[in-house]
């Protein structure tokens, strides 16, 4: 009996539209299974595909601390942009943090196999080696353009990819399918979470111009 492919599974967190799931095994041709909303969902989608780790664009729960974690200060200081994460007082005193709640709630539908976290922009800024030109971010069209490259980058078919969402959950599962291979990098310290990307961040802000 030949041995399974190696297969990652991404997930992109969203409050209120629901969590896009993406499966990319080592043929590295990304393919969306489902959009979940709740953690017996994810299960359910996952119990089929008997993934080898989950990478969720989330943290895996509340700071334990007042201030940010070593992950996002770590992502700070090489000058990526990330919103970090409260302590548990905080977090329930805003509506904000609902997309973090989200993410508790795909970690505990994941809990059958490893599971990472992880932060899609980051995660396109090492595939890239290089950051995005100013201001393209917020021009969605471009954004896409740029994810997408990145995970071409990663020789990575996004060819079944219909939205930002997708390719984000596509960002995940590559930073997945490279932590299996053993060469994902970590940020962080393990007692609070750390964040996994698929290889080391340019060691200067160098800007890429936009792509497409």
């Known amino acids: 009996m030949s041995a399974a492919r190696p297969l990652a599974v991404g997930v992109d967190v969203a409050a209120r539209r629901g969590c896009d799931v993406v499966a990319l095994d080592d043929t590295l ?4 299974v489902g959009r979940v909303h709740t953690a017996d969902e994810l299960r359910a989608l996952l119990a089929p595909l008997t993934p ?4 969720i664009d989330a943290p895996t729960a509340w700071a334990t601390t007042g201030r940010a ?3 996002e200060r770590a992502l ?3 000058q990526v942009s990330v ?3 409260p302590d548990a007082a905080r977090g329930a005193a805003s509506t904000f943090y609902d997309w973090m709640r989200t993410g508790f709630t795909m970690f505990a539908g994941a809990d059958a196999y490893p599971t990472l976290e992880t932060f899609p922009h980051a995660v396109a800024v090492a595939l890239h080696g290089a950051f995005p030109a100013r201001g393209l971010l917020r021009r969605p069209a471009e954004k896409r353009a740029w994810r997408i490259a990145a995970l071409e980058a990663g020789r990575v078919d996004p060819t079944a990819l219909r939205t ?4 984000d959950a596509a960002l995940c599962a590559l930073t997945g399918l490279r932590w299996l291979a ?13 964040i996994t990307l698929p290889g080391p961040l340019p060691p200067e802000p160098v800007r890429r111009p936009g792509t497409r």
Do not use: H, K, Y
């Open 164 to 167: 930002i969402d997708e390719v």
């Open 69 to 71: 974690r070593a992950c």
């Open 83 to 85: 919103f970090t994460t």
């Open 29 to 32: 041709v990304a393919r969306p």
């Open 52 to 55: 080898g780790v989950v990478a």
């Open 76 to 78: 700070a200081a090489r």
């Open 182 to 194: 053993g060469v994902a990098v970590t940020l962080g310290d393990p007692d609070e979470g750390v």
